[in-house]
């Protein structure tokens, strides 16, 4: 059987390079699902946990602010940030969380609540990964 | 008497240029380990660079004639210069010479202060712009020596974002781009719009895209304005460590020869001081006899 090589690729550098059997990924317009002998694609993804799978195992990644490529048998995902769970920092990602979820109670400033929204989704996506 | 004065001066001048070199010794050995640092960071870089680029000139150049404003040249009221200097000093002639390329861009280019704006990453830069009176409108102080792209990653979205709002129309970037441990050439890019994607990538593969080609630009642009300005940081930081290692050998080498002249004056002294008190034990005995 086939196998796609995925790449997850951040500024900082390689994240993770293996082959697996299937991506599961959340991109903007909902969750796909990437098998060996895709057609070529591109798409933006949400902040969201990437799912690599290969036999009986899955791997999550955290992703924030990225996209992928896929062509026939390779994935690239490209992020600003990335972090398999073994990577999480996990009281930096509460703390990062419990600031946001302060900053959205008390500040009406629009510009700060997108930002602080966002911060919360990056810290709950990753907590979610250290925690499953 | 004065040439003993003379030979205690002498010495202590020796001593303290010892001391000199010693610390200018151990400053040139740590920057050369955070070069190479620097080095390997630049090196991580490349692959997502070159990605990004790939997948960015694949869509731009497919012939479907999708557009984004950061694509496309407007005309310039406005531009912005985004410069990168280092935070300490002793780096030789690392900022001057960006400093020197900023100010005669300026005057080549504007006439008054409201046709272009400065966003500064270093204190070097920011201190140069307040003393010269030119408008800065970002800053960042004290960037670690090895950023990560969190370090960046608010200045520089904050920058695309004021080209995306046509607050500029036009964003240049200077830094240092580095060549090898002993030559940096200082490098001008026109960052926006994005103009050389060139030619690569273009063919290697036609994709779909989900949901389509303008969304995914709206994402991707920035994103890739934004990996642009953090390699020429990285870049930058290599840049700037190695020229703080050929100041720091120079001026070790400067001691070495300012030590080899004092000591050569020291013997020479104490060879006078010695010639004279044999003179003065001979004349002495003589006036004895």
């Given at each position: 059987?086939?196998?796609?090589?995925?790449?997850?690729?951040?500024?900082?550098?390689?994240?993770?390079?293996?082959?697996?059997?299937?991506?599961?990924?959340?991109?903007?317009?909902?969750?796909?699902?990437?098998?060996?002998?895709?057609?070529?694609?591109?798409?933006?993804?949400?902040?969201?946990?990437?799912?690599?799978?290969?036999?009986?195992?899955?791997?999550?990644?955290?992703?924030?602010?990225?996209?992928?490529?896929?062509?026939?048998?390779?994935?690239?995902?490209?992020?600003?940030?990335?972090?398999?769970?073994?990577?999480?920092?996990?009281?930096?990602?509460?703390?990062?969380?419990?600031?946001?979820?302060?900053?959205?109670?008390?500040?009406?400033?629009?510009?700060?609540?997108?930002?602080?929204?966002?911060?919360?989704?990056?810290?709950?996506?990753?907590?979610?990964?250290?925690?499953? | 008497?004065?040439?003993?004065?003379?030979?205690?001066?002498?010495?202590?001048?020796?001593?303290?240029?010892?001391?000199?070199?010693?610390?200018?010794?151990?400053?040139?050995?740590?920057?050369?380990?955070?070069?190479?640092?620097?080095?390997?960071?630049?090196?991580?870089?490349?692959?997502?660079?070159?990605?990004?680029?790939?997948?960015?000139?694949?869509?731009?150049?497919?012939?479907?004639?999708?557009?984004?404003?950061?694509?496309?040249?407007?005309?310039?009221?406005?531009?912005?210069?985004?410069?990168?200097?280092?935070?300490?000093?002793?780096?030789?002639?690392?900022?001057?010479?960006?400093?020197?390329?900023?100010?005669?861009?300026?005057?080549?280019?504007?006439?008054?202060?409201?046709?272009?704006?400065?966003?500064?990453?270093?204190?070097?830069?920011?201190?140069?712009?307040?003393?010269?009176?030119?408008?800065?409108?970002?800053?960042?102080?004290?960037?670690?020596?090895?950023?990560?792209?969190?370090?960046?990653?608010?200045?520089?979205?904050?920058?695309?974002?004021?080209?995306?709002?046509q607050e500029i129309d036009e964003l240049h970037i200077i830094y240092n781009h580095y060549v090898s441990a002993i030559s940096q050439v200082v490098t001008n890019k026109q960052l926006l719009p994005i103009a050389d994607l060139g030619e690569q990538g273009a063919s290697t593969s036609n994709y779909e895209f989900e949901p389509n080609q303008e969304e995914i630009l709206e994402v991707l642009l920035p994103q890739y304005a934004e990996s642009l300005i953090f390699g020429a940081l990285l870049d930058g930081k290599a840049s700037e460590h190695a020229a703080s290692m050929t100041a720091m050998r120079s001026a070790t080498?400067?001691?070495?020869?300012?030590?080899?002249?004092?000591?050569?004056?020291?013997?020479?002294?104490?060879?006078?001081?010695?010639?004279?008190?044999?003179?003065?034990?001979?004349?002495?005995?003589?006036?004895?006899?």
């Amino acid at each position: 059987m086939s196998t796609l090589a995925v790449s997850v690729v951040t500024p900082e550098g390689p994240i993770l390079e293996d082959n697996f059997d299937m991506v599961v990924c959340k991109a903007e317009s909902g969750e796909i699902g990437i098998l060996p002998k895709h057609i070529p694609l591109v798409s933006p993804l949400q902040i969201s946990i990437a799912r690599l799978k290969k036999g009986d195992d899955t791997q999550l990644v955290a992703i924030s602010g990225g996209f992928m490529e896929v062509q026939p048998d390779k994935v690239t995902i490209l992020a600003q940030s990335a972090e398999t769970a073994d990577h999480i920092d996990v009281l930096r990602a509460k703390n990062a969380k419990e600031r946001a979820e302060k900053r959205l109670q008390d500040n009406s400033d629009t510009i700060d609540r997108v930002r602080a929204e966002l911060a919360l989704k990056r810290a709950i996506n990753r907590l979610d990964v250290a925690n499953s | 008497m004065k040439s003993l004065a003379s030979l205690r001066d002498l010495k202590g001048r020796i001593d303290s240029t010892k001391k000199t070199k010693q610390i200018t010794g151990a400053m040139e050995l740590v920057s050369a380990s955070k070069m190479s640092k620097a080095e390997q960071n630049a090196r991580g870089f490349v692959p997502y660079a070159d990605k990004l680029q790939e997948v960015v000139s694949s869509i731009a150049n497919s012939n479907t004639g999708a557009q984004h404003p950061m694509l496309v040249k407007r005309e310039v009221k406005k531009t912005g210069y985004l410069i990168v200097t280092s935070d300490r000093g002793l780096v030789g002639a690392y900022n001057s010479h960006i400093l020197k390329s900023l100010v005669n861009n300026i005057e080549a280019k504007h006439t008054s202060k409201d046709e272009y704006t400065i966003i500064v990453i270093g204190r070097k830069g920011y201190d140069f712009c307040r003393k010269r009176g030119l408008p800065v409108t970002q800053s960042i102080l004290g960037m670690p020596d090895h950023p990560t792209f969190a370090d960046v990653k608010n200045l520089a979205s904050e920058t695309v974002q004021m080209y995306i709002n046509q607050e500029i129309d036009e964003l240049h970037i200077i830094y240092n781009h580095y060549v090898s441990a002993i030559s940096q050439v200082v490098t001008n890019k026109q960052l926006l719009p994005i103009a050389d994607l060139g030619e690569q990538g273009a063919s290697t593969s036609n994709y779909e895209f989900e949901p389509n080609q303008e969304e995914i630009l709206e994402v991707l642009l920035p994103q890739y304005a934004e990996s642009l300005i953090f390699g020429a940081l990285l870049d930058g930081k290599a840049s700037e460590h190695a020229a703080s290692m050929t100041a720091m050998r120079s001026a070790t080498d400067n001691a070495n020869e300012l030590i080899g002249d004092l000591e050569l004056s020291y013997n020479r002294a104490r060879q006078a001081a010695i010639t004279q008190e044999i003179t003065e034990i001979v004349g002495g005995v003589a006036a004895l006899e």
